[in-house]
């Protein structure tokens, strides 16, 4: 399945696809068990309705509940695909999460500690203890070219960077989703019959808000971002933009409250305009919006004193910080 082509948005024929894409699961699976990891992003949640049409029961699906999710996040999802059929467990290691972060400012250091934490460690026990062989994931084709290209390290590419996944977790990856882009995989996802609230998701990094703090990982920083981002979400909604986010930096920024100085953090805001991904522009938000913006996050988020609006292209930036 990695060595095909790109399927084109115009060139996709949905039910062609999933018919196709669920023999190939069910004959490489054949009467095993596969597991997949659920995160609710349009990616994640097309290949498990593909894994679930494909093998039923033999699909074991799990939301890992990493603790640098947004608000109320698990719960919310495993309740949208348990209506649909799916049962999904949620796994608790927010733990294992922390302590791998624990010291790491490097971007791509962190990049590697949630990868590893979450492929060597706490997915490898779900398949020692489910006995599956195999890993359903939803990599789509810019998570690759990205990678390779050297422009970002994406958590879920790992054959075409020359690493046998076989050998270094202990299972092999099905990446049903390698021919399309996002525009394609939300097609995708409305034909499995996913609602709306899903296929016209927002992206959402696989490093979750740790993609979104520059600097050490802590506890008390996703509380900040996750805080930032459920107002930047409630203000935004409806707004037509690709995507937006909330980054919290590292160093303190010097503000006053109540006539004091009081070093505070500093929330930068991104929202961008694209169709896949590759190329995107800011979205023109009016002064009186980013306003509010600025005023409910400096009211509503401990600590912050200071917010900003990133209003650079991609490229040179990207749509995450990090």
Do not use: C
């Amino acid at each position: 399945m990695q060595e095909a082509m790109e399927i084109k948005i115009h060139e996709l024929n949905t039910e062609e696809f999933i018919k196709v894409k669920s023999e190939e699961i069910s004959k490489l699976v054949g009467q095993g068990l596969a597991i997949n990891a659920l995160s609710g992003g349009v990616d994640s949640s097309a290949v498990t309705m593909l894994g679930h049409r494909a093998l039923g029961a033999r699909l074991k699906t799990y939301f890992i509940d990493n603790g640098i999710m947004r608000k109320d996040e698990p719960q919310q999802i495993a309740s949208i695909f348990r209506s649909l059929g799916v049962n999904v467990e949620i796994v608790d290691a927010k733990d294992k999460f922390f302590n791998a972060l624990k010291g790491i400012t490097d971007p791509e250091e962190k990049r590697e500690a949630i990868t590893q934490t979450f492929y060597k460690d706490v997915f490898a026990k779900l398949v020692r203890e489910s006995k599956a062989k195999y890993l359903l994931q939803g990599t789509i084709l810019t998570d690759i070219d990205e990678t390779v290209a050297g422009i970002k390290r994406q958590h879920n590419v790992f054959e075409q960077l020359g690493i046998d996944p076989q050998e270094a977790f202990g299972y092999k990856i099905i990446e049903p989703l390698v021919q399309l882009r996002k525009d394609g995989v939300r097609k995708l996802a409305e034909a499995s019959g996913l609602p709306a609230s899903i296929f016209n998701r927002m992206p959402f990094p696989g490093p979750a808000l740790a993609a979104r703090i520059i600097g050490e990982v802590t506890p008390e920083k996703v509380e900040i971002v996750r805080s930032a981002t459920a107002i930047l979400e409630e203000e935004l909604k409806g707004s037509g933009a690709f995507q937006y986010l909330a980054i919290l930096h590292n160093d303190r920024v010097t503000g006053m409250r109540n006539g004091k100085r009081d070093f505070g953090m500093q929330i930068e805001i991104r929202s961008w305009d694209s169709v896949d991904a590759r190329k995107a522009m800011p979205t023109h938000i009016s002064f009186d919006k980013l306003s509010l913006l600025s005023n409910r996050m400096v009211t509503e988020v401990a600590g912050v004193v200071s917010v900003t609006y990133n209003i650079t292209s991609k490229p040179p930036s990207t749509m995450e910080a990090i």
